[in-house]
């Protein structure tokens, strides 16, 4: 009897209010990584460490993006869906079923469920959690070096005060959200 193939599917960047929203889809298993979980609750060196032994040792891993043109297109939401739709067509094997974190599915080739907390209670959408998580970390990290004046390698297009400043002070960048209101307000010129 072949085995089923489970996917765990999670995102991370749905609240910045600049860069894209990145969906990760891990396959697993029969694979055990000892310390997957959800991203949120490491640190970046420890999410680093588990980054590698996830790529290294899961049976297949795939990755979506939606930039922010299609987040400014199609509404946050929208684009986080079609990012995790990305993440699991580009797994290979394609699997039978793929677990979401949180309380939507995307429409996929393949059955979906939707699990609320999912990253912390089934591995394999942690595992997707940390993918998601260090690689759009990564990305902003990148794009800081583009818009150094943002200081998105610290707050990864958080909204943080010091964001928010630069935003009043310099406009927004290509990479803003602009159906964000923070974003919309540093448009129009107010703050």
Avoid: W
């Avoid at 290294?56 to 939606?66: H, T």
Wanted: net charge neutral; charged share 25%; aromatic share 4%.
């Amino acid at each position: 009897m072949s085995t089923v193939l489970i996917a765990g599917v999670d995102e991370a960047g749905r609240g910045p209010l600049a860069g894209p929203v990145v969906a990760a889809a891990v396959i697993l298993g029969e694979v055990v990584i000892a310390g997957v979980g959800d991203s949120k609750q490491m640190s970046a060196k420890q999410r680093d460490k588990l980054f590698d032994l996830i790529r290294r040792d899961a049976l297949a891993v795939g990755v979506g993006i939606a930039d922010v043109a299609e987040i400014d297109t199609l509404n946050i939401f929208q684009a986080t869906l079609l990012a995790m739709r990305r993440a699991v067509d580009a797994l290979d094997p394609t699997p039978h079923e793929a677990l979401i974190d949180g309380a939507h599915c995307p429409p996929l080739r393949c059955g979906a469920r939707a699990v609320v907390g999912g990253d912390g209670s089934v591995a394999a959408i942690g595992a997707a959690s940390i993918i998601a998580k260090v690689t759009r970390d990564r990305m902003m990290h990148e794009l800081h070096d583009l818009y150094p004046e943002y200081g998105f390698a610290k707050h990864k297009g958080y909204g943080t005060a010091e964001h928010l400043a630069a935003l009043a002070r310099c406009g927004a960048s290509a990479i803003h959200r602009r159906s964000f209101a923070p974003v919309r307000r540093a448009l129009e010129g107010r703050s």
